[in-house]
């Protein structure tokens, strides 16, 4: 599938069309800090940053310093400065870090742009100190979420569906690199507070996913969306189910490992450290 290349459109409507309600960021943070290591400061890498939708958020959260590392320009001067980030040019392929500099790597939605994806886990691997860990968010080919935009659009799912790498194909990577699987979690990730806001933002189409779809199924979808909207009496939140992998590098983190003997996850399991 063709990279997309996120200096062409996407880096135009991503900060506007991918806002994240606060208590949504908040309870990802809470998430994140609930697998991280328990120590604090941490050194944390966000991974192809973006506009830097948690980069600020994960200095407060952990300490710092964080690095905000992210191939496009026009993303990377979107982001919002703080004196506990340093946002730096680079790909998951090359990254611009010494070797074990970092206690926890967050990757949120990127994986699945990486075309060199042994070379990212290999660099991963190099940047993580040991008991480091990695924070994968993403959809999986073999674990679609139900979203609701889906509906709308059916061709996105198809689109996804062949976008996305299997959960099974990422836990065999980085597994091979050293970094097995300590647990999947499913959180309620809320999109939009209703579901007028969230046509609104869709009519940006700010997800990558729509440069591989045909203009007149996006303009079907997106009318058929609106509608719903239109009819909407009482807002309710858009939501789903999502996934996010976490991976070690300490083998004495296998008492919360519910890795299965060919390295697959078993199912979600309790973080050691949980508070929520
Ligand atoms: C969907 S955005 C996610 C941005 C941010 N993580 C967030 O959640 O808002 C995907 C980002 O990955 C970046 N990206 C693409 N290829 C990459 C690579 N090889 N290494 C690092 N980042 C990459 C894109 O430029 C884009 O900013």
Redesign the pocket.
């Given at each position: 599938m063709e990279r997309v290349d996120?200096d062409a459109r996407?880096h135009a409507v991503?900060a506007a069309g991918?806002a994240m309600p606060d208590d949504m960021r908040q309870t990802w943070a809470e998430v994140f800090a609930a697998w991280a290591p328990p120590e604090r400061p941490l050194t944390v890498l966000?991974?192809?940053?973006?506009?830097g939708?948690?980069t600020p958020t994960l200095a407060g959260t952990f300490g710092g310093p964080v690095y905000g590392?992210?191939?496009?320009e026009r993303?990377r001067e979107q982001a919002a400065p703080h004196p506990g980030v340093e946002y730096r040019a680079?790909?998951?392929?090359a990254i611009p870090l010494p070797d074990r500099s970092c206690d926890l790597v967050l990757?949120?939605?990127?994986f699945h742009?990486?075309?060199d994806r042994p070379a990212?886990v290999a660099e991963i691997r190099r940047v993580l100190r040991p008991g480091g860990r990695v924070l994968l968010h993403s959809t999986f080919a073999d674990r679609m979420p139900d979203l609701l935009w889906h509906r709308f659009i059916p061709g996105a799912r198809t689109v996804e569906q062949r976008m996305f790498p299997t959960l099974t194909e990422v836990v065999r990577l980085f597994g091979a690199a050293g970094m097995p699987v300590v647990a999947i979690e499913r959180v309620r990730e809320k999109f939009a507070p209703s579901l007028s806001s969230y046509a609104a933002r869709m009519r940006l189409r700010p997800i990558?996913t729509f440069e591989h779809l045909t203009e007149d199924e996006i303009v079907r979808g997106l009318t058929a969306l609106d509608r719903a909207a239109a009819a909407e009496t009482t807002p309710r939140p858009v939501t789903a189910e999502v996934d996010l992998l976490v991976l070690g590098t300490d083998q004495s983190d296998s008492a919360s490992t519910r890795a299965d003997a060919t390295g697959e996850p078993a199912g979600t399991s309790k973080p050691p450290n949980a508070t929520r």
């Open positions: 996120y996407q991503y991918r966000d991974l192809g940053s973006g506009t939708r948690f590392v992210e191939p496009s993303m680079g790909r998951a392929e990757m949120f939605l990127m742009h990486v075309v990212a990558s």
